[in-house]
Nanobody, 116 residues
Framework: QVQFVESGGGLVQAGGSLRLSCEASGSTLSLGAIGWYRQAPGKQRELVASISTGGYTKYTDSAKGRFTISRDDAKNTAYLQMNSLKLEDTAVYYC??????????WGQGTQVTVSS
């Protein structure tokens, strides 16, 4: 089963930027569209952005214009460039297949904390 390892999180001031990476232990192409998800304390995990194998991207309204998702299937890695970070972006960020029946077990995630 493909597993993901997320990295790149950290503590950043509001308005700052971070670039998250998630490396898969197997083929990302086999998983189809890849999504970045986040879970804030006390909240459900939510999809933030996704990218198809053909490079088609989707974003939630909160991420649109600030976040950019990309993937490099040769490296089995997906990325999330986050700019203009806001306090409400504080969460643990994960990646996984967007399609539920292709999803693998969740990784540890990477913590993003935005301070004022």
């Amino acid at each position: 089963q493909v597993q993901f390892v997320e990295s790149g999180g950290g503590l950043v001031q509001a308005g700052g930027s971070l670039r998250l990476s998630c490396e898969a232990s197997g083929s990302t192409l086999s998983l189809g569209a890849i999504g970045w998800y986040r879970q804030a304390p006390g909240k459900q995990r939510e999809l933030v952005a996704s990218i198809s194998t053909g490079g088609y991207t989707k974003y939630t309204d909160s991420a649109k214009g600030r976040f950019t998702i990309s993937r490099d299937d040769a490296k089995n890695t997906a990325y999330l460039q986050m700019n203009s970070l806001k306090l409400e972006d504080t969460a643990v960020y994960y990646c996984n297949a967007e399609v539920i029946y292709l999803r693998t077990s969740w990784g540890q995630g990477t913590q993003v904390t935005v301070s004022s």
